[in-house]
């Protein structure tokens, strides 16, 4: 687009750049077009890597046969025809959810669920980025391509797209729901969903009722208690025995001992070598929950939600029966989160926590034995490797729940660095 700015008859040509009316060959463009070519390359050795590991997408696979069992009217939760004989683990809804994919042929949509994940680690971030950063005056487009180049290798993000998960669908509609203008409308709906789906986003809801926030999380209720008579209306057999049996049982789930479950309870499983917790462990359990929802409740009081949103989705991580790393997905906003604090006015113990992300992009929690028998046999530096995330979880709730710092000029200078 032309705009004549000299003078005498004589025109200039300003040139739109990628970043709207930033110059084509301002810096701001330069960094936005070297990160894209970072993340373009990232992908690609992504996708190299998949290639050569040949991932088996098996939850993927099972969403397709919960929705085949749906359609053939099976029992959905009993024996089905899946890798491992794996078994149904969601509320029926999101079985409902999951027919249209058995409609697409295997391969289409294993396909389909690489590049569905890809695009939604960038808009993890760039929902992240508006949770962290709502006025969009610190942190530039450029960090878009910039977090999702590293992003792809977190440990938690690395393992939903090798399973074919909903983690990172799950987490995007959450942070997609508490971005919205406060008193959007129907704000909590996308919540309502997603516990309807998965259950343990209910967590949020909990957190919306500590923080005042009554008309959104009636919301949420109302849509999530819609998400369960809708289900109850086409299988009535399976609602029943889901919201009254199977929800509380964690081993339909999988192995609590496995070192791959950050939760306490998993933790507390593989120091004590005991199944049952037992009224201490329970007790630890149930202290964890109720002093992390605290700090999310500190956090958002001292610091918003930027803070509050991920404390309370690490309380839930901590106190859930089982949590796999995968689930820790959260790591994402958490780590865009200390990334623009670290360019403003920060403490001390933020750095460290920083230093602290290294848990996810390393595998530490891969570095334990897996296999069925061996975690009620781990040494105590393995006990301690497989600890990593409920270390770190437990390290942020303490920093989230501390005052904000007092900006400085200093900081407040350094924080131009954003552009």
Known sequence: MRRPTGFGGRSRVRRRGPLGDAPAGSPEARRMCLWTLACAAS????????????????????????????RDGIDLYGPLDTPHGLRATYP???????????????????????????????????????????????????????????AIWFEPVFTTMRYGQVNLAVLAVVLWDFTRPAGARLRGVGLGLVAGIKVTPAVFIVYLLLTGRRREALTAIGTAAGTVLF????????????WTDLVFDPERVGRVENAANQSVRGLLTRVTRLFDPGIGGTATIVAVGVLGMLCAVLAHRRRG?????????????????????????????????????????????????????????????????HLPGQEWHLTGFELLRSSCYVAFGVAFLLVAARPAPEPSRQAAASSTLFG
Not at 231 to 242: D, K, N
Request: proline letters at 9%.
């Open 43 to 70: 992908i690609g050795v992504y996708l190299l890597v998949r290639h050569l590991s040949h991932p088996s997408m098996v939850d993927l696979v099972v969403y397709r046969v919960e929705g085949l069992a749906v």
């Open 305 to 369: 939600d930027a803070w509050g949103l991920p404390a309370a989705a690490v309380a839930g991580l901590l106190a859930s029966p089982i949590s796999w790393s995968h689930h820790w997905v959260w790591c994402v906003p958490i780590a865009i989160l200390l990334w623009a604090r670290a360019r403003g006015p920060h403490r001390r113990c933020e750095t460290l926590l920083s230093a602290g992300l290294i848990v996810f992009p390393s595998f530490l929690v891969w570095s334990v034995p």
């Open 231 to 242: 289900s109850a209306v086409i299988l009535p057999g399976a609602t029943r025995r889901f």
């Open 92 to 150: 029926p809804f999101a079985a409902l959810l999951f027919v249209p994919l058995t409609y697409l042929p295997a391969d289409l949509l294993l396909g389909l669920g690489v590049a569905a994940n890809l695009l939604l680690v960038a808009v993890v971030v760039r929902l992240s980025m508006r949770l962290v950063d709502p006025d969009g005056r610190r942190l530039g487009p450029w960090v878009v391509p910039a977090a999702t180049t590293f």
